[in-house]
């Protein structure tokens, strides 16, 4: 790990209703044999000082994986991804927080430090990664600093996050391999993706 990324904390965002898995718990979903929460944890924790993983339900299981595991603030609410976000900044104790979702199992091996030189490189306080072709809004890295405007931004009733960032003047991070990023949402995505 780079010694500059002592001062991330990835976030593991699982805390969906899972409605296109048919209602399960997506993150403790298996693919290849093993919960597809596992598969992101294990791509970020060489990357980062420490983890954190959101979720609203499963709290046990999702604690046995090892990481602290935090809900929203509303968890029965489902609010969504900035939610999750919110609940991370406010239990972070790093200058950043870097944000994956539970249902991505190629995490790039340097997601963290490409994302780190985007912000650092803009002077930014947001990076939101990209695959060359589109935005990946969830694939963020945050500073601490923006809890207040997240907290404000939810607290208007917006949800989006690409608003959001926009307003914050994210940097952009060019990954170029679009399949790093790809999204387990449904039974036939596992199926397609589990002999990869």
């Not at 298996?30 to 060489?46: D, F, I, M, N």
């Not at 695959?131 to 809890?147: A, K, S």
């Amino acid at each position: 790990m780079n010694p500059e990324n002592a001062d991330i904390t990835a976030l593991v965002l699982a805390g969906g209703r899972g409605s296109r898995m048919g209602g399960v718990d997506k993150g403790l979903t298996e693919l290849g044999g093993k919960a597809l929460v596992s598969h992101s944890l294990e791509r970020l924790a060489p990357q980062v000082g420490t983890i954190l993983i959101n979720a609203n339900r499963s709290a046990e299981q999702y604690a046995a994986f090892g990481w602290p595991v935090i809900p929203d603030n509303n968890p029965d609410e489902f609010a969504g991804p900035l939610a999750g976000m919110l609940a991370g900044l406010e239990h972070c104790t790093t200058q950043w927080l870097l944000t994956a979702p539970c249902d991505s199992p190629w995490i790039p091996p340097d997601y963290a430090s490409r994302m780190l030189t985007a912000a650092t490189d803009a002077k930014a306080r947001i990076a939101m990664a990209s695959d060359g072709q589109r935005h990946q809004p969830v694939f963020c890295l945050i500073n601490r600093e923006c809890v207040d405007s997240l907290r404000q931004f939810l607290d208007a009733g917006d949800r989006k996050i690409d608003l959001w960032t926009r307003r914050e003047g994210a940097a952009e991070a060019v990954f170029s391999d679009p399949s790093a990023f790809i999204n387990i949402n449904t039974p036939n995505d596992l199926r397609r993706n589990d002999t990869r």
